[in-house]
């Protein structure tokens, strides 16, 4: 009897045990299921470890590598997507979705066979499939073949005439080809097969602007607005507009509205705050970077935007406590890091400029603004060779900043390089015609090159030392502290 009673309680005990377990199966769909809620609320780094939890259980599990693949596109993390999506379809090449994602990848890293290669095995198979015949004709287009691009996206339009993204593609190939009246004739119907969508209207907006039609252009950004009045995007966007078309005082009356919208959006008060800066307005734009700081507390860069205010406006002090506090919660932060960077330029101390800007590049070396920085603080230090080395690869890496071309020509002038300190110019005035001081420069290295003589910013008589082309750099137009880019 007694041994009856023991085995009706171990298997009692067995069965409590086994109510609380779950099979690798169950567990596995547990988290592809909480993955996927998550990816519903936009939590997507919870997401992501919800399908690594459900990958790590079962590591051929290929909805789990597809849902990852696409959580990290929509994070932007395009290495990881890639590695996920490809071995999607290694798992499952019929998941078609994965394939043409893939194809958006290789098309992304200029990979025009792999993309072509991945559109043609999902068009064999489903000659209708939109989303194929995009990702086709966006190959087609980069391969320099407009017609067979416009034959693809009419098949589109043909399949779904509320398609208003093939609408778009075909205003710019025409806009390409100066084919303006059909390039607007397709925006128009882009706008038709989609009424309330903002994205056509302001493709429209941009065609009018470029094409000089700047009513036309504003009426369909209130159009926007009108549309979507509690968007604070699109009231920024006509503000910009406004900013655009040298119309001050409607782009600050546009910007307040939208930061009337919604008090714990930080976004408008930054805008409008960068704004009232631009106007050299100190209170006003300290005061609207303030709200932005109420309506979202622990966000580092709304107090890097403020430090870096006082900076701009001189007042070293406050800007200097202002970085104390962001260091002390995240002695890593790269903006606070230049920009106490920066104050150690003002300050003339270049030793530590250059200490701080060579751990910053060390971590992140393609931030060239720092790299013209560091310039600046060789610069300091008279070692003008240092310097040109920085700013010719800055110029190397964004041919569009102007300041780094600027100062790299004010170098090669004390090194008598006249003709390098021409192309630099050259250069800077093609990206920005109205700088007046490249103009400046320009003109008088084409007067000094007429009669004979450098002028009056170059050298007269021999080269000159590093002393001297330092003295004439941080008294010229270069004194420090110096802006970024443009």
């Not at 996920?84 to 078609?96: A, D, F, H, I, M």
């Not at 409607?250 to 008060?269: C, M, N, S, V």
């Not at 962001?326 to 920066?342: H, M, S, W, Y």
């Not at 021409?422 to 920005?432: D, F, G, W």
Request: some cysteine; glycine content about 8%.
């Amino acid at each position: 009897m007694r041994t009856k009673k023991f085995w009706f309680s171990l298997v009692a005990v067995m069965m409590l045990i086994c109510v609380g377990c779950s099979t690798p199966e169950e567990k596995k769909a547990k988290h592809y299921k909480k993955g996927m809620e998550l990816v519903k609320e936009n939590k997507l780094d919870e997401a992501i470890i919800e399908f690594k939890n459900a990958i790590q259980i079962n590591p051929k599990y290929v909805d789990g590598h597809h849902q990852l693949g696409l959580a990290y596109l929509k994070k932007g993390n395009l290495r990881g997507a890639f590695g996920e999506l490809s071995r999607t379809v290694e798992l499952n090449p019929k998941l078609y979705d994965a394939q043409i994602k893939l194809g958006s990848l290789y098309m992304l890293g200029r990979k025009l066979p792999e993309a072509k290669e991945k559109a043609a095995l999902v068009l064999k198979k489903e000659p209708d499939n939109i989303d194929a015949l995009y990702l086709s004709g966006n190959v087609l287009l980069a391969e320099g073949k407009p017609e067979e691009t416009i034959a693809t996206l009419n098949r589109i339009i043909a399949l779904d005439p509320k398609q208003s993204p093939a609408y778009i593609l075909l205003a710019r190939i025409y806009a390409g080809q100066k084919k303006l009246d059909l390039a607007e004739e397709y925006l128009k119907k882009a706008i038709a097969a989609d009424e309330k969508a903002p994205g056509p209207r302001l493709t429209l907006a941009d065609f009018y602007g470029r094409t000089g039609r700047i009513d036309q252009a504003e009426a369909e950004l209130k159009k926007i607005i009108s549309l979507n009045p509690k968007k604070a995007d699109y009231y920024i966007i006509l503000g910009n507009f406004y900013m655009a078309t040298r119309r001050p005082a409607e782009a600050e009356g546009t910007f307040k509205k939208a930061a009337q919208l919604d008090p714990k959006d930080p976004k408008p008060f930054m805008v409008l705050g960068r704004y009232y800066a631009l106007q050299n307005k100190f209170e006003p734009a300290l005061a609207e970077f303030k709200k932005a700081s109420e309506a979202k507390p622990d966000d580092l860069n709304i107090k890097n935007a403020i430090a870096t205010l006082y900076y701009d406006f001189g007042k070293i002090k406050e800007a200097e406590k202002g970085l104390e506090d962001i260091l002390d919660e995240n002695e890593k932060n790269t903006p606070a890091r230049v920009l106490k960077g920066r104050i150690y330029l003002k300050k003339r101390d270049f030793t530590n400029a250059l200490t701080e800007f060579d751990g910053i590049l060390k971590e992140e070396p393609r931030l060239q603004d720092v790299r013209y920085y560091k310039a600046m603080a060789h610069i300091g230090k008279g070692e003008t060779q240092l310097a040109k080395n920085s700013l010719v690869e800055v110029v190397k890496q964004v041919p569009g900043f102007t300041k780094a071309r600027l100062l790299l020509a004010e170098i090669y002038l004390g090194e008598r390089a006249v003709d390098a300190a021409q192309k630099e110019l050259q250069e800077a005035i093609k990206v920005q015609p109205r700088n007046l001081q490249a103009r400046l420069l320009l003109g008088d290295q084409l007067y000094g090159a007429k009669e004979g003589q450098r002028g009056a910013k170059g050298i007269s008589g021999g080269q000159e030392n590093s002393s001297q082309v330092t003295s004439r750099l941080l008294s010229s137009g270069y004194s420090l502290p110096c802006d970024g880019p443009e």
